[in-house]
T-cell receptor, first 113, second 114 residues
Framework: ELKVEQNPLFLSMQEGKNYTIYCNYS?????LYWYRQDPGKSLESLFV?????AVKQEGRLMASLDTKARLSTLHITAAVHDLSATYFC?????????????FGTGTRLTIIP | DADVTQTPRNRITKTGKRIMLECSQT?????MYWYRQDPGLGLRLIYY???????NKGEISDGYSVSRQAQAKFSLSLESAIPNQTALYFC?????????????FGSGTRLTVV
């Protein structure tokens, strides 16, 4: 059974600082996704990582994937208040032709001015 | 209009009542999913459908049923609602066959069972 663990669960950081959210998964996967969710809102897709060594960047967020270590990271550079949200990683895995998305528990990020 | 529309947005119902949550999409995707979100647990898969004739149970299907009425419509039913089914429910679509590996989520339905 595929398990996805994120840490930390809660993160409070000051504006201007850098930090990293970690996502570990238990079995081989096909793709790894990062989503952002604002309170009471839907999930917004941030990144899809398809292969080992993949790195994608958008603004102050950068995601990377190491399939050998079964680890993805979401790095936040010089955080700003607008980045406050809950961030989820999710892993997709094909099993006999059925592909399912398994989510981590989420990291609630609060940026303090 | 949103690509994935869920109705209702909010619903309060009594224990033992039957309730249906509806999802419709304009993405033209074959695959549709129902997820449940509880605080601290992330999203968990309830049911998924890869085409109109295909229905599969997810990790937490007990107490739920689904109907795929058309490619664009996927409904989730709670036959006899109970308080621990209080949660935020999301419908999602995907279609890797179109070369787009992304999933599109609806805005969610907040269900409260009292």
């Amino acid at each position: 059974e595929l398990k996805v663990e994120q840490n930390p669960l809660f993160l409070s950081m000051q504006e201007g600082k850098n930090y990293t959210i970690y996502c570990n998964y238990s079995t081989t996967s096909d793709r790894l996704y990062w989503y952002r969710q604002d309170p009471g809102k839907s999930l917004e897709s941030l990144f899809v990582l398809l292969s080992n060594g993949a790195v994608k960047q958008e603004g102050r967020l950068m995601a990377s994937l190491d399939t050998k270590a079964r680890l993805s990271t979401l790095h936040i550079t010089a955080a700003v208040h607008d980045l406050s949200a809950t961030y989820f990683c999710a892993v997709s895995r094909r099993n006999f032709g059925n592909e399912k998305l398994t989510f981590g528990t989420g990291t609630r990020l609060t940026i303090i001015p | 209009d949103a690509d994935v529309t869920q109705t209702p947005r909010n619903r309060i119902t009594k224990t033992g009542k039957r309730i249906m949550l509806e999802c419709s999409q304009t993405k033209g995707h074959d695959r549709m999913y129902w997820y449940r979100q509880d605080p601290g647990l992330g999203l968990r898969l309830i049911y998924y459908s890869f085409d109109v004739k295909d229905i599969n149970k997810g990790e937490i299907s007990d107490g739920y049923s689904v109907s795929r009425q058309a490619q664009a419509k996927f409904s989730l039913s709670l036959e006899s609602a109970i308080p621990n089914q209080t949660a935020l429910y999301f419908c999602a679509t995907s279609d890797p066959g179109q070369g787009d590996y992304g999933y599109t989520f609806g805005s969610g339905t907040r269900l409260t069972v009292v």
